[in-house]
């Protein structure tokens, strides 16, 4: 093989390779830091006390504002952990009861739908943001190949159909969770709540990964933006 033919392939390489890394240490800080932080700590305060919860937010809040500051992009699945913790937290705090705990649970999807819904306004929307994290790692060097297949017209506008996908997909998981909370006793709702969750994400997931690779591999993407199309559901 020609230094030539042999050059994309350690290109394409070195990508994931800094991908990988970058999601592995995302999922470090927003995921399992936090499950380790309440875990310690919750033994330690009363059942009813928020603490060990708010403590445990702090690294996604860290990582999150680290990502906007410096790296000038969103860590996803640090933006994912702190609305879902900033969501639970509110239900409890404003709460007079299980019932109503629930239904301030069963909405935490729906500021992520008016956030990529309303992305859609913007010149790129937010899938196309969740892609190129995936993509490259957020850094910078790897990002400049990525964002030049993303600017054609035929691209873009995949990701923004994925978007409408995403952010409705985000209604319909509220709209679920919210027919449960109000619909079925606490005990049902912690064992059907899953369940519902793993099932919408699934048909999501699966949009996500055949429509994005059939519609960005026939408007001639980056072999880059295709594999990020399919590992969307990583950032969740």
Do not use: C
Not at 84 to 98: C, F, K, R
Not at 150 to 170: C, I, S
Not at 180 to 196: E, K
């Amino acid at each position: 093989m020609s230094n030539a033919a042999a050059k994309p392939g350690r290109l394409r390489a070195i990508l994931q390779h800094v991908a990988f890394r970058a999601l592995a240490k995302s999922a470090l800080i927003n995921m399992i830091a936090p499950a380790v932080i309440y875990r310690l700590m919750a033994p330690h305060y009363p059942p009813n006390t928020l603490t060990p919860l708010a403590v445990a937010t702090l690294p996604p809040i860290l990582a999150l504002a680290y990502s906007l500051i410096r790296l000038r992009a969103v860590d996803f699945l640090g933006l994912f952990a702190v609305e879902s913790a900033i969501v639970n937290i509110s239900a409890l705090l404003l709460a007079h009861g299980e019932r109503e705990a629930l239904i301030g649970r069963s909405l935490q999807n729906l500021p992520l739908a008016i956030l990529f819904l309303g992305s859609l306004a913007l010149s790129k929307p937010m899938v196309l943001f969740m892609a190129r994290q995936l993509a490259t790692g957020n850094d910078p060097g790897a990002a400049e190949g990525f964002d030049a297949q993303a600017r054609q017209a035929e691209v873009l506008g995949v990701y923004r159909m994925l978007t409408w996908a995403w952010g409705l997909a985000f209604v319909v998981k509220s709209a679920g969770s919210l027919y449960l909370a109000i619909s079925v006793s606490t005990q049902q709702y912690l064992a059907l709540s899953p369940s519902w969750d793993l099932i919408s994400d699934s048909a999501l997931v699966s949009f996500s990964i055949l429509y994005g690779r059939a519609k960005l591999a026939s408007a001639t993407a980056s072999p880059a933006a295709a594999a990020a199309t399919a590992q969307v559901a990583a950032s969740r």
